[in-house]
């Protein structure tokens, strides 16, 4: 590849659209290009190829063959009139798509349309501590609390809002238009600031005054859906709830916690997580708001790779790390052979690496390394190992890499009969989403989880800052059937 040049990540995607586009004519420019590494030629390239032809790659499935072809042959250039193209049934018309083809791109767009406008809660997480570091030393700044979608742990994040409790303004804003990854200042005023990133992720920051700190965060915090009821409860009791405080009248009755915010209203003190206005209300009502997992509870990690297939630590490694965190036991489940890329293993393979895995559990009296195999779900239907293979294993989930198009009825069969198989324990990554770029697959969960209650199997949720699947929602499906969640990194070893 172009791995010589100095490219940024959309520079690279042009020069890779235009290279697939007119491959033959370029590939002596290309050749020069490569050798030279001068750019005015990819910047003629470029100018060929609108900006807004690029957002079409965020599409999944939608590489940069296809993309110059809607452009070429139907002059889509934006996501919206892909999108207008689908429902046309334009583009199914055109050579190497098809209904099917089509009606996944239009699934796709709105991920695409995602993509370009939130970040990972990961990513905003980054943010919010390399903010916090930068920030925390202002003399008079005394407290800073990120509030919105971030706070409340949304799998993905639009912008960031954060509160900053001060006096004086100023040397917060001051310090906050020279973080380091500033690209602008959108707006500055008395207590409110808004910045955007490099990255084009945006940051709302607003000074508040203590006696409405607590208030402020409550009503940033949101969701929207959850202030709404609660503002409703706030009128049906002759009170007012706003951003300022809790007011009877003219009277601030609360604002400097969230705790007397809620308190006001009877109500108890919410984990951010749960304020989704979905049932956190009837919860509170019935005294029964639930205890959130904290990472203090996991006590080990029941999907991980190693070096014997994708992986990039050893199992030694993984054993010390799960350690170091306290954790008494982790699974190995290396991936099965058909994810070739992945260098999936065979049965004579897996059966070795379980020898392998039954000596070094020996150098550990406290610790438990299960003999695990993430078995995939085969397109067909089955499982990519025998069961005389699969009883040998402590620990098995199976998923669904392949065929992820399929219809909703057959991955459904799929996955049932994979839960009917005696020897898988779970399913992972259930819906296959990978957040910002690829969409669920089509999957009757319902069904799914039913055959996990009848045959006693648990589901996953699979805590990969790109996946997190099972969602909340989902999980909360799955814990009305009574199906036990089993959090998994599905780590490699980064590091
Ligand atoms: P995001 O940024 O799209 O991931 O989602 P949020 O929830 O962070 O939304 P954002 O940044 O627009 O606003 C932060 C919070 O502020 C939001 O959760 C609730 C509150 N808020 C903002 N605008 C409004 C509004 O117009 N009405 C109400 N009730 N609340 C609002
Ligand atoms: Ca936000
Ligand atoms: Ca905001
Ligand atoms: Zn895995």
């Given at each position: ?127 919010v501590?390399s903010l916090r570091e930068h920030l925390g030393t202002i003399p008079g700044l005394r407290r800073l609390e990120p509030a ?12 960031l809002d954060f509160l900053a409790l001060a006096d004086d303004p100023g040397p917060i804003m001051d310090r906050l238009a020279a973080f380091?990854?500033v690209?602008?200042v959108?707006a500055r005023g008395d207590t409110k600031m808004s910045i ?7 940051v709302d920051l607003r000074v508040v005054p203590s006696?409405s700190f607590?208030?402020a ?279």
């Amino acid at each position: 590849g172009a791995s010589g040049l100095k490219l940024n990540p959309k520079e690279r995607l042009v020069f890779q659209e235009v290279l697939c586009w007119v491959m033959e004519d370029l590939a002596e420019k290309i050749v020069t290009l490569l050798k030279t590494g001068s750019l005015p030629l990819l910047e003629e390239l470029k100018s060929q190829v609108p900006d807004s032809v690029l957002t079409l790659l965020r599409v999944p499935g939608l590489g940069p063959k296809r993309a110059a072809a809607l452009y070429k042959k139907l002059q889509i250039a934006t996501l919206e009139d892909l999108r207008q193209a689908c429902l046309d049934h334009r583009v199914r018309e055109l050579d190497g798509f098809g209904a099917r083809t089509e009606e996944n791109i239009l699934k796709g767009i709105e991920a695409a349309i995602q993509a370009g406008q939130r970040i990972l809660w990961y990513e905003a997480d980054q943010i919010v501590q390399s903010l916090r570091e930068h920030l925390g030393t202002i003399p008079g700044l005394r407290r800073l609390e990120p509030a919105g979608s971030y706070r409340r742990g949304k799998d993905t994040v639009g912008d960031l809002d954060f509160l900053a409790l001060a006096d004086d303004p100023g040397p917060i804003m001051d310090r906050l238009a020279a973080f380091r990854g500033v690209k602008d200042v959108l707006a500055r005023g008395d207590t409110k600031m808004s910045i955007v990133l490099q990255s084009g992720v945006q940051v709302d920051l607003r000074v508040v005054p203590s006696e409405s700190f607590g208030a402020a965060l409550q009503y940033f915090t949101g969701s929207k859906e959850h202030n709404v009821i609660l503002r409703g409860m706030a009128k049906d009791r002759g009170l007012k709830i706003n951003e300022y405080g809790v007011f009877r009248g003219e009277e601030r009755i609360a604002g400097a916690e969230e705790e007397e915010v809620y308190a006001t209203l009877d109500l108890p003190w919410f984990p951010p997580e749960l304020r989704e206005g979905r049932k956190e209300f009837e919860w509170a009502a019935a005294g029964k708001l639930p205890d959130l997992v904290t990472l203090d509870d996991i006590r080990g990690d029941l999907h991980m790779h190693s070096t014997w297939s994708d992986g990039i630590a050893t199992i030694e490694d993984m054993v010390e790390a799960a350690r170091a965190r306290g954790y008494k036991y982790i699974a190995i489940t290396d991936h099965s052979q058909r994810v070739t890329v992945a260098n999936g293993l065979n049965a004579e393979r897996v059966l070795s690496q379980w020898q392998a895995i039954d000596r070094l559990a020996k150098k550990w009296r406290d610790f438990h390394i299960l003999k695990g195999i993430e078995v995939d779900i085969l397109e067909g239907g089955g499982l990519d190992l025998p069961d005389d293979v699969l009883k040998e294993a402590d620990w098995v989930v199976a998923s669904v890499h392949f065929g992820q198009n399929q219809p909703r009825d057959q991955i459904t069969r799929r996955m049932i009969d994979a839960l009917k198989n005696p020897y898988v324990c779970a399913i992972a990554h259930p819906s296959g989403r990978l957040l910002l770029e690829r969409p669920p697959y089509e999957v009757d969960l319902d069904a799914v989880l039913r055959a996990a209650r009848d045959y006693g199997k648990m589901m996953e949720l699979n805590a990969h800052p790109r996946r997190l699947d099972l969602d909340d929602v989902a999980c909360a499906a799955a814990k009305a059937y009574g199906v036990p969640i089993v959090i998994s990194t599905d780590e490699i070893g980064r590091g």
